[in-house]
């Protein structure tokens, strides 16, 4: 654990030395204070729903795309095109603390960036317009787990290449795929379900456990029906640190197989 630590203060520090950082941090929270005053607008002041939309709304999800994408491709294509990340893997560290490290400084980045909002919150009610504090710390706790899995994501996408362009453009869709899931998925359903059975009841029995498996792997919704409540349930919060699991062990597994290749 102290390797692993150490590796995410390393690229804590890389991360605000470079101006890149400070450019991005610039563009989105100037961005989410623009759509957050045309959302209280909207919403006549209400601070809540203003509070939710500006937090979980489509600029969050298209901001998903998009920021784990650029900073795992720093993290992992950048150090790997220029040399550094072999060097990294030659320390007396292993592998999983290498991945562990840059998964905890990347999310840390993410979660200092969306606890704009509760500075937002408090300013709000310092002026008198209290807001649904547990909807409110629900929803930035869930969008920390989210950008959790959409960085681990990104972070295993982007062992696939040493070209950080292209690790980046990979990163992007993989993450737009995840977000996809339950549109395509959708799609797919409607399509294949009658060609595989004959029967309406056939037909039932097969959407409903494949509607399972798609309900599995749909961040969205488990993201919704509990923290954007206020409800931190354990299990939509198993749910997302098992597929971060699972995303950082196969990016684990991969490095491991890129420094055997040489």
């Known amino acids: 654990m102290i390797g692993t630590f150490v590796v995410a203060r390393r690229e804590l520090s890389g991360l605000f030395m470079a101006p890149f950082t400070w450019i991005v941090l610039l563009v989105v929270l ?25 937090m979980t709304g489509p600029s969050f999800w298209l901001w998903m795309i998009f920021l784990p994408a650029l900073l795992s491709m720093r993290l992992v294509a950048e150090e790997s095109r220029s040399g550094t990340l072999e060097y990294l893997l030659t320390a007396p560290v292993s592998d999983a603390a290498v991945v562990l490290g840059k998964f905890l400084a990347a999310t840390g980045f993410l979660a200092l960036l969306w606890s704009s909002s509760l500075i937002y919150a408090v300013t709000l009610d310092y002026a ?5 504090w547990p909807a409110v710390i629900g ?13 681990s994501i990104g972070m295993l996408a982007s062992t696939s290449t040493s070209t950080p362009l292209l690790a980046a453009f990979l990163s992007m869709v993989s993450c737009l795929m995840w ?10 359903m409607a ?4 060609l595989l059975t004959s029967t309406a009841a056939e037909q039932a029995v097969l959407a409903e456990r494949m509607g399972s498996v798609v309900a599995s ?20 919060i198993v749910f997302f640190l098992t597929w971060i699991s699972f995303f950082l062990f196969l990016t684990a597994r991969s490095i491991e197989a890129r420094r055997w290749r040489g």
Do not use: C, K
Request: zero cysteines; glycine letters at 10%.
């Open 191 to 194: 399509y294949l379900v009658p």
């Open 139 to 151: 929803t930035w706790f869930g969008t920390i787990l989210v950008s959790g899995l959409f960085v």
């Open 217 to 236: 792997m749909d961040a969205l919704r488990h993201f919704s029906r509990s923290f954007q409540m206020g409800v931190l349930d354990t299990a939509e």
């Open 30 to 54: 100037f961005i989410n204070g623009l759509l957050f005053s045309s959302f209280l607008y909207q919403t006549q002041g209400n601070v809540t729903a203003t509070l939710s939309e500006s």
């Open 128 to 132: 008198g317009g209290p807001p649904d």
């Open 179 to 188: 977000i996809a899931i339950p549109f395509l998925a959708a799609n797919i």
